[in-house]
């Protein structure tokens, strides 16, 4: 027998950094802005995404969502009360999404029948799922995918984002960042949530952005609560300035 | 917590570059992986055994070599390993260093095969790109 070495050099996520890079293309195309939300489980990402939906489309601002999460469509059902878009993706146990689910969620999206009369602003009674209508990206100003609750997984996934946009509440201590470096590290902004339960929690704000910036020096930060309203401006002002810029001849 | 995904993943690559070598056997796969990269030695050891069972990669050895976060710094111009993940400054000035230039690699950098001597070995090396022979 012989010994032989064989150079691969070969990424192990190669297939899922293609697929990223193909949708990466078709947002960028589409003058979509598209932000994967990631945080621990229960940290406020649908909160903080209602809060958003609702406030975009209050502004005449076009934004969908695309909800991941193990299992239920509770999460798709919170949100489509905000009146926009919303589809859930059910990973059945894996715990992350992956540029394969995200693309093939958007083709079964754009495929499917459009809404019958001039219903679609009204929010559909159960599952965004099983009452779908069709959308197109390029129909879109900003597109959020929520991501499955993990801040572990989701570092090693590429989805395609513009923006990554790492979540931590106020209830789950300072040291985040320094737990989970990979993730935070990974971040292009940071989002503090539930801030008004900061001083029940007794909660070192100080310490937070210190820890932020340690793990990723010069990340932006909002201070938000979804509850009352605080720091939403500032975060949905920040998206606007991210958004690509359109055409000004598009009504 | 996704290492028996990435797991999957190894084999399923490993098996086709594998397959421009018929007759041989993978005896060790090389990883390289960077410290950020989300993924834990042991458990991807454990993952691995259960990924190749019953595969023609049954027995192969996983070979992980870490490699540590690299970051880039401006006013040193340099670019230097962190010995610590928890803080991302220079170790030659202390100054936050955001530029990362290594560390998130997760990569298959090469698969050591055996396989039988003579005629058919030496008619199958001829058309195989990028290799050395031990």
């Not at chain 1, 949708?23 to 939300?37: D, E, I, K, M, P």
């Not at chain 1, 930060?221 to 975060?235: C, L, M, P, R, Y």
């Not at chain 2, 996704?2 to 490993?14: F, G, Q």
Request: aromatic share 4%; with cysteine; net charge negative.
């Amino acid at each position: 027998m012989t010994t032989r070495i064989v150079e691969l050099r070969r990424g192990v996520l190669k297939k899922n950094d293609e697929l990223a890079a193909l949708l990466r293309a078709r947002f960028s195309a589409a003058r979509v802005l598209v932000l994967n939300l990631v945080s621990s489980p229960g940290a406020g990402k649908t909160a903080l995404l209602q809060a958003a939906l609702t406030q975009l489309r209050a502004r005449g601002l076009r934004a969908a969502a695309l909800v991941g999460d193990l299992e239920t469509d509770n999460d798709a059902r919170r949100l489509a009360l905000s009146g926009a878009p919303v589809r859930q993706i059910n990973t059945h146990g894996v715990c992350h999404l992956d540029a394969e689910m995200v693309g093939k969620h958007l083709d079964a999206w754009a495929a499917a029948a459009p809404a019958p009369g001039p219903a679609a602003s009204e929010p559909p009674a159960s599952a965004a799922n099983r009452a779908p209508t069709a959308l197109q990206l390029a129909a879109l100003d900003f597109l959020f995918i929520e991501n499955v609750g993990n801040l572990v997984c989701p570092s090693s996934y590429d989805l395609g984002e513009t923006l990554r946009v790492v979540l931590m509440s106020v209830t789950e201590g300072e040291d985040k960042p320094l737990k989970y470096p990979g993730l935070f590290n990974s971040a292009d902004a940071a989002v503090l949530t539930k801030i008004d339960l900061a001083q029940p929690c007794a909660f070192d704000r100080a310490l937070a952005l210190r820890n932020l910036a340690e793990v990723r020096p010069g990340i932006p930060v909002f201070e938000t609560s979804a509850k009352t309203g605080a720091g939403i401006d500032a975060w949905l002002a920040y998206l606007a300035a991210a958004r690509p810029a359109r055409e000004a001849a598009r009504a | 917590m996704h290492e028996l995904s990435i797991a999957a993943s190894i084999v399923d690559a490993v098996t086709e570059s594998a397959a421009a070598y018929p007759g041989a056997r993978v005896t060790a796969v090389r990883l390289r992986v960077g410290a950020l990269a989300a993924v834990v030695e042991d458990s991807l050891q454990f993952c691995w055994e259960i990924a190749t069972q019953d595969t023609p990669l049954a027995g192969a050895a996983l070979v992980v070599r870490t490699l540590p976060a690299v970051v880039h710094c401006g006013v040193c111009n340099a670019d230097s390993a962190l010995d610590t993940v928890q803080s991302f400054r220079c170790p030659l000035c202390g100054r936050p260093a955001a530029d990362l230039r290594q560390g998130r690699e997760l990569e298959i950098e090469s698969i050591e095969l055996e396989e039988p001597e003579g005629e058919l070995a030496g008619a199958l090396a001829q058309n195989q790109p990028q290799e050395e022979r031990l």
